[in-house]
T-cell receptor
Framework: GAVVSQHPSRVICKSGTSVKIECRSL??????MFWYRQFPKKSLMLMAT?????????EQGVEKDKFLINHASLTLSTLTVTSAHPEDSSFYIC???????????FGPGTRLTVT | GENVEQHPSTLSVQEGDSAVIKCTYS??????FPWYKQELGKRPQLIID?????GEKKDQRIAVTLNKTAKHFSLHITETQPEDSAVYFC????????????FGAGTRLAVHP
């Protein structure tokens, strides 16, 4: 149980384009999903908290108009990187939290490369 | 802001030895402390967690201890094996409850045969 998938696993895009990353909880309902960014050999940096049916809460310094988050259902959250630039290249990971539970389960991550 | 400090940043042990990683947290409201193992290019995997109502939890070769008064918790791995080599992250929930996690900086553990 507690499986989280993420798609795509890798994506290469050109500067100025937008990229959408999907995060799905496969065998449980996720009332809350989190989006992280991880630089090489660094820790997980929380970008935003996504609650089903409401607007995402962004961490300080994260541009909400650049990183659009939608949590349309209890099993799906999406992160759209808009007008991507090379500095947006990173490993993006989501995690999901079931209602009434403390444990967060992570997706496999998406490696984004912006050329 | 609230933070979690983790030490050491790197740890090298011989196969069969024990490894200990320590974390301290600042948020007095934190009541959930998970540990994640992350292999290169892979997702963080929850390996053990502890809640504030207990002082120790064990699962085979892995144990976690918590000292709420001192606000620190530790991961203990006994009889280490080469497959234990990975980066380990501790975390604490911010404000307690079913909330976001604050992660430590990570410990790169290398187990040498």
């Amino acid at each position: 149980g507690a499986v989280v998938s993420q798609h795509p696993s890798r994506v290469i895009c050109k500067s100025g384009t937008s990229v959408k990353i999907e995060c799905r909880s496969l065998d449980f309902q996720a009332t809350t999903m989190f989006w992280y960014r991880q630089f090489p050999k660094k820790s997980l940096m929380l970008m935003a908290t996504s609650n089903e049916g409401s607007k995402a809460t962004y961490e300080q310094g994260v541009e909400k108009d650049k990183f659009l988050i939608n949590h349309a259902s209890l099993t799906l959250s999406t992160l759209t990187v808009t007008s991507a630039h090379p500095e947006d290249s990173s490993f993006y990971i989501c995690s999901a939290l079931a209602g009434g539970r403390y444990e967060q389960y992570f997706g496999p991550g998406t490696r984004l490369t912006v050329t | 802001g609230e933070n979690v400090e983790q030490h050491p940043s790197t740890l090298s042990v011989q196969e069969g030895d024990s490894a200990v990683i320590k974390c301290t947290y600042s948020d007095s409201a934190s009541n959930y402390f998970p540990w994640y193992k992350q292999e290169l290019g892979k997702r963080p995997q929850l390996i053990i967690d502890i809640r504030s109502n207990v002082g120790e939890k064990k699962d085979q070769r892995i144990a976690v201890t918590l000292n709420k008064t001192a606000k620190h918790f530790s991961l203990h791995i006994t009889e280490t094996q080469p497959e234990d080599s990975a980066v380990y992250f501790c975390a604490a929930n911010l404000f307690g409850g079913y909330n976001k996690l604050i992660f430590g900086a990570g410990t790169r553990l290398a187990v040498h045969p």
